[in-house]
């Protein structure tokens, strides 16, 4: 049994600090307790965002409003097609930047399944674009652990989504916001509708958003330094035998005629002849060892490929979503409710490289002889490329992804005077996600002249326009797979007061279902954790077929006390038997009224997670741009480039556990001025993550699982694994302001979170504090120290003029400093300072009555100073950082809201 022990002497200190309910506050359920209490000055630190602010925000979707979260940090909610490539569509939330897996979401109180996909890092998450805009009553956001009351996931605390089950009326939503550059847009259209039935209510809420595409060519600076070397290059070979003879004088070989006529040394770089012309990048390159050896300049030109405008920064997306809700008070006393919420989300374009380099063809074994796939040289060739480069169209990578979920409760009260609820919610969250790439045996063939569907077709690699249509067709191919994750909850949950206590008791059963199911074409063969046998695929990695599932049984109880009328005790304890091991986690918390304006809190628990069931049995083969080293040196070799890095499934893993200490107060100056500061600590250990792959080659470029071809670096395999610990801390600050002016009621506030430590392990086995840090080459997800939200609203009658100020510090990366940037970054101006940025946005509403029905009509602006995002060095990825900064701009919105 892992029992978590809190320290005696902590909870002591703790219990000096707390204060007794405000009896002029209404006393709720709020999330990270299942006893009413205050929202927003209890034991626990609680952030709520209101239906106001939500369509202040106007918001499009549910990362809209997780923007304005000081807490959230490194989640995935600004497309990126290259670090967040297989994430398209969907948005989640990462507290404290502990990792998306660390972050409970709930709906309702309730659980919701998982993403069926993950994110590069392995990492799962809840898909909180699953959620409808228009349904939302509210955001509750706990910022410490509460595994004592929901169990696994808590770590780093848990979203509530509150939806609108008690709405009467008609509401219609329509808005449209379009960015200043590209001229991409967002058009949104959204109701929801209550009425009264006898003795129930009913809800039926919709909503639609049609968003268009913002290419990358749009916004070329965040793309200049997506090149590959990997265009259409060759290297001229001597006779096979010569490898290991060369005499130092080389050899010279001749072409009479043609695009490549002249003469060549032998192991020089040759480009595409007509690389220009064929859209690609001359790329000169440095002379290498041989040529050294040789006295020769064997360096030569590599015909490179520019990728990065054929991507986009916002892809065209449809979201649609439903939700209803039915509630009724049966004729024996008894509450019943039923929600249901579908959701579909189609990523149509998603628009990809042609192909993806022919790491294979990096061998000797696989020279490209005189005569052969139009090679014009007498000696054979190695083929470095693509077998589709810039002269070809880019295919789309679309993405389906289906989310429902159905809950059903009962509630009552018992002559006792207890009241009791049981609950059962499924969720399920299914995508069909289609990557293109080359088949390697069709293609194989082709190079060997038996390509096509006659069999008898050859490419040519050295004029890719000669390539007929019909035969890029018979070569293409598709990483194909269909994934899908499921949960079942059943909830069961007795609360009520007893001697001056009140308390709650109840039960939980978990069931959880992951697959992951690959066409044919994506199967590979994996043994000790290495590719044993790649996907029919030239590039892509494709990966294991998956069926796994587990249960899990949970009991808690939690009881509250006020001491005396200042003085408020909580405590709570967690018991879970899960299929692998079993848990019990505590919880102690105290909130003390120090004097008639100061609030001082407290709590300390203990938290865990247990692995995901695709971390124990889902291997990946992906896509990583990785920086290589020199084996002798140390020192960073070339620039990173996109290879093949296994991920494999670890079915050892343990869960992972976290210690969370919270303590603050609540100081409310006068009657306008109100202030509350928090510190939090966190000590996590056995954190389960993936193993950096470039990380792994720094470690230990020789490796056995860093995988080379002639020294040429091709494939890294990885795997999950519990590190050691983190530990972070740091200390959260909301100010509010509000009072009655001659211009109107005005309201003020700040949200700001500093995080002072983040001390993680390396896989160098040293320790760093990785705050304020890019955090390229570890597990950890780039980590500004402080983040912080300003706001504003002046209302007036049926005037009202919002105002939101949001900044994040700057901080800094090494990728790349210290050894070099290279010659294109160093020329355009990276440093390893990465901004501080700051976007202000404005918003006006005018509430009106038009026959009858309240009309609100508003406008705003996001971005009002169009601030360009700062610009990272991340090498072959976009050159920015989508964890944090959003790269579209000014985008101007109109909009108008009618209650009928």
């Given at each position: ?701 020789s490796g056995d699982d860093v995988i080379r071809v002639l020294g040429t670096l091709v494939g890294v395999n990885t795997k999950y694994f519990n590190a050691s610990s983190v530990d972070t801390d740091g200390y959260d600050l909301e100010i509010g302001y509000n009072r009655d002016t001659k211009y109107g009621q005005l309201k003020v506030g700040l949200n700001r979170v500093h995080t002072l430590s983040y001390r993680i392990p390396l896989q160098t086995g040293e320790t760093a504090d990785v705050v304020g840090k890019f955090n390229y080459g570890n597990f950890a997800r780039s980590l500004p120290d402080v983040k912080s939200v300003l706001s504003a609203s002046l209302i007036n009658g049926n005037h009202k003029v919002s105002a939101f100020v949001r900044k994040t510090s700057s901080y ?83 909009g108008a809201r009618v209650s009928l």
């Open positions: 049994m892992k029992f978590i022990k809190l320290n005696l002497l902590s909870v002591l200190f703790f219990t000096s600090f707390i204060i007794a309910q405000d009896d002029a506050v209404e006393e709720v359920v709020v999330t990270g307790s299942y006893i009413k209490g205050s929202p927003t000055d209890g034991a626990s630190p609680v952030e709520i965002v209101s239906r106001d602010t939500i369509d202040v925000l106007n918001a499009s979707t549910v990362a809209d409003i997780t923007a304005n979260l000081t807490v959230n940090s490194g989640s995935e909610n600004n497309a990126d097609s290259f670090t967040a490539g297989s994430t398209q569509g969907t948005s989640n939330v990462n507290l404290r930047g502990l990792g998306l897996s660390s972050t409970l979401v709930l709906i309702d109180g309730k659980r919701q399944t998982i993403a069926a996909n993950t994110a590069n890092d392995g990492s799962v998450f809840v898909n909180t674009n699953a959620i409808p805009v228009i349904a939302l009553e509210r955001v509750e956001v706990l910022k410490e652990g509460a595994a004592s009351i929901y169990g696994s996931d808590a770590i780093a605390g848990v979203v509530n989504y509150i939806l609108r089950k008690d709405f009467t009326g008609t509401e219609i939503d329509v808005s449209t916001q379009q960015t200043d550059v590209g001229n991409q847009t967002d058009d949104r259209f959204s109701f929801i509708h209550g009425r009264d039935i006898g003795d129930g209510n009913l809800v039926v809420a919709f909503s639609q958003l049609d968003r268009s595409p913002l290419p990358g060519k749009e916004l070329p600076h965040l793309a200049q330094l997506a090149i590959s070397g990997f265009g259409n290059s060759f290297m001229v070979l001597p006779p096979v035998e010569d490898l290991d003879d060369l005499p130092l004088s080389g050899y010279v070989t001749t072409v009479e005629e043609g695009d490549y006529a002249g003469s060549y040394y032998i192991l020089e770089n040759v480009p595409d002849a007509n690389c220009v012309a064929n859209k690609g990048v001359l790329q000169p390159q440095p002379n290498s060892d041989v040529g050294k050896k040789l006295g020769e300049d064997l360096g030569g030109t590599r015909c490179g490929f520019f990728y990065g405008d054929r991507f986009n920064i916002v892809n065209d997306e449809d979201h649609m979503s439903a939700y209803l809700s039915y509630s009724q008070t049966l004729g024996n006393g008894v509450d019943f409710s039923i929600d249901y919420m579908k959701t579909s989300i189609d990523v149509n374009d998603n628009p990809q490289s042609p192909s993806y380099p022919a790491l294979s063809y990096l061998s000797p074994a696989k020279a490209i002889m005189p005569g052969v796939a139009g090679n014009p040289f007498e000696y054979p060739v190695l083929w470095v490329g693509r077998p589709l480069g810039s002269t070809a169209p880019s295919p789309h990578a679309p993405r389906d992804i289906d989310t429902d979920r159905t809950s059903v409760s009962f509630s009552g009260t018992l002559d006792a005077g207890y009241d009791w609820t049981v609950s059962y919610t499924t969720s399920n969250d299914s995508l069909y996600a289609l990557q293109p790439d080359v088949s390697t045996s069709k293609f194989d063939a082709a190079i060997a002249g038996e390509g096509g569907v006659s069999g008898n077709e050859s490419w040519n690699l050295f004029d890719p326009t000669a390539n007929s249509a019909s035969l890029i067709d018979h070569i293409s191919s598709a990483q194909i797979g269909w994934q899908d994750a499921s949960l079942s909850v059943l909830d069961i949950v007795l609360t009520g007061s007893r001697n001056g206590f009140d308390f709650a008791g109840g039960f939980q059963h978990k069931k959880e279902e992951y697959t992951f199911l690959r066409d044919e074409n994506s199967l590979v063969e994996i043994e000790n954790g290495a590719l044993a046998k790649p996907a029919d695929l030239m590039f892509l990695g494709g990966g294991l077929n998956s069926d796994a599932s587990r249960n899990s049984i949970a009991m808690f109880a939690e009881v509250s006390k006020d001491v005396s009328d200042k003085l408020e005790v909580k405590a709570a304890l967690r018991y879970e038997d899960l299929e692998s091991d079993t848990t019990v986690n505590p919880k102690f918390s105290v909130r003390y009224e120090a004097s008639d304006n100061l609030v001082l809190r407290g709590s300390v628990s203990s938290s865990f997670r247990e692995p995901s069931l695709a971390q124990l049995s889902a291997t990946v083969v992906s896509l990583q741009a990785v920086q290589d080293y020199d084996p002798d040196t140390g020192e960073e070799k070339g620039d990173p480039s996109f290879i093949r890095v296994v991920q494999a499934a670890s079915p050892d893993l343990e869960p992972e556990e976290a210690t969370n200490m919270n303590f603050g107060a609540i100081w409310t100056i006068n009657d306008n001025l109100s202030m509350k500061v928090d510190y939090w600590n966190i000590d996590y250990s056995d954190l389960i993550t993936i193993e950096n792959s470039t990380g792994k080659v720094k470690a230990d470029p800094a990366t090494t990728r790349g400093f210290g050894s070099g940037v290279g010659p294109i970054a160093a020329a355009r101006g990276f440093t390893s300072k990465i901004d501080s940025h700051t976007t202000v946005d404005v918003n006006y509403s005018f509430d009106t009555e038009i026959a009858n029905n309240s009309v609100v009509i508003s406008a705003g602006v996001k971005n009002l100073f169009d601030e360009d995002v700062p610009l990272v060095y991340d090498s072959v990825n976009f050159s920015y950082d989508p964890k944090h900064h959003d790269p579209r701009g000014r985008i101007m919105y109109i």
